[in-house]
């Protein structure tokens, strides 16, 4: 299985920025989608962004304009540039990749362990 490792959650003031970022390793082939997903206490996990291979991103409504999704292919990363964070952005956030390992021929879904993005007012 692909390990992810994400770091640079942390509190953050209303208005203020913070950029994650996700590192996949583990004998990789490819890496086909990267994605950010989001989970607040009593609510449901929602996918935040997503890019593709090929750098198609695609957005929630509620953090376009204000969210960047990035990748960058030869350190196997993805980022995620959050400004003008929001009270209601707190949440746990996990990074997820749709990878395929040497060996293998079929892509598989990994999950990093999450971080905590806390937004005060």
């Known amino acids: 299985q692909v390990q992810l490792v994400e770091s640079g959650g942390g509190l953050v003031q209303a208005g203020g920025s913070l950029r994650l970022s996700c590192a996949a390793s583990?004998?990789?082939?490819?890496?086909?989608?990267m994605r950010w997903h989001r989970q607040a206490p009593g609510k449901q996990r929602e996918l935040v962004a997503g890019?593709?291979?090929?750098?198609?991103?695609n957005y929630a409504d509620s953090v376009k304009g204000r969210f960047t999704i990035s990748r960058d292919n030869a350190k196997n990363t993805v980022y995620l540039q959050m400004n003008s964070l929001k009270p209601e952005d707190t949440s746990i956030y996990y990074c997820?990749?749709?990878?395929?390992?040497?060996?293998?021929?079929?892509?598989?879904?990994?999950w990093g362990q999450g971080t905590q993005v806390t937004v005060s007012s």
């Open positions: 997820n990749v749709r990878a395929t390992r040497r060996g293998s021929l079929v892509p598989s879904e990994s």
């Open positions: 583990g004998n990789i082939f490819s890496i086909n989608a």
């Open positions: 890019i593709t291979s090929g750098g198609t991103t």
